[in-house]
């Protein structure tokens, strides 16, 4: 059955390009919502949901492929963590500062150098425990829109099922009408 309408392949580089440049919407609601001091775990749920559209726009597909879904939660994923790791980065810079206004240090650190030394920092466990807290949280958010994403694919695939079926048996009962329509008029004609 051709309904005229084409489907064009799925780009996947443009697609993942789309995932990426999406997704920092989430990378950058996750340093904003931290910065203010908000719970900004949100943002991976926000982040997986911009990145698949970012995909979809991009590849120039409608549906939500297996890859799809599979490279804009990866992508997703990776941009939550660097916008974290750029959190923990800036906390660092922003002590740094305070501490050197103080006089509690003779030395500060730039923001790109304080990228440089969270490393260091995580080396002392109760910094990388405080911190991962909020790297969890934010991949459980992103793990719920990705299973929110299933269930809405596999929704929609139930309906489009029915919707067809539903159609077909429209068409099928149509054929049906026409050829009783046709049998009753041949009949009174002989």
């Given amino acids: 059955m051709n309904n005229n309408i084409t489907e064009t392949k799925e780009n996947v580089l443009a697609g993942a390009v789309g995932a990426f440049l999406f997704s920092l919407v989430g990378g950058i609601l996750w340093f904003v919502l931290y910065q203010i001091g908000f719970l900004a775990a949100v943002s991976g749920l926000v982040g ?6 970012g995909y979809t726009f991009f590849a120039k597909t409608k549906n939500e492929s297996v890859k799809c879904l599979v490279i804009s939660s990866i992508i997703a994923v990776l941009v939550l963590v660097v916008a ?9 810079y922003l002590v740094y500062q305070e501490w050197f206004e103080a006089g509690e240090v003779d030395f500060t ?18 910094v990388l425990t405080a911190y991962l807290g909020d790297l969890v949280k934010g991949l459980l958010f992103a793990v719920l829109g990705i299973i929110s994403y299933l269930a809405s694919r596999e929704k929609k695939k139930k309906q489009q099922a029915a919707l067809e079926e539903a159609k077909a048996a429209a068409e099928a009962a149509q054929v049906t009408d026409e ?10 004609e002989q």
């Fill in 179 to 188: 050829t009783t329509e046709e049998t009753a008029n041949s009949t009174v």
């Fill in 109 to 126: 650190y730039t923001f790109f150098e304080s990228i440089q030394v969270v490393p260091y920092f995580f080396a002392e466990s109760d």
């Fill in 48 to 53: 997986v949901v911009c990145a698949v559209k």
């Fill in 84 to 92: 974290w790791y750029i959190c923990v980065a800036y906390d660092i």
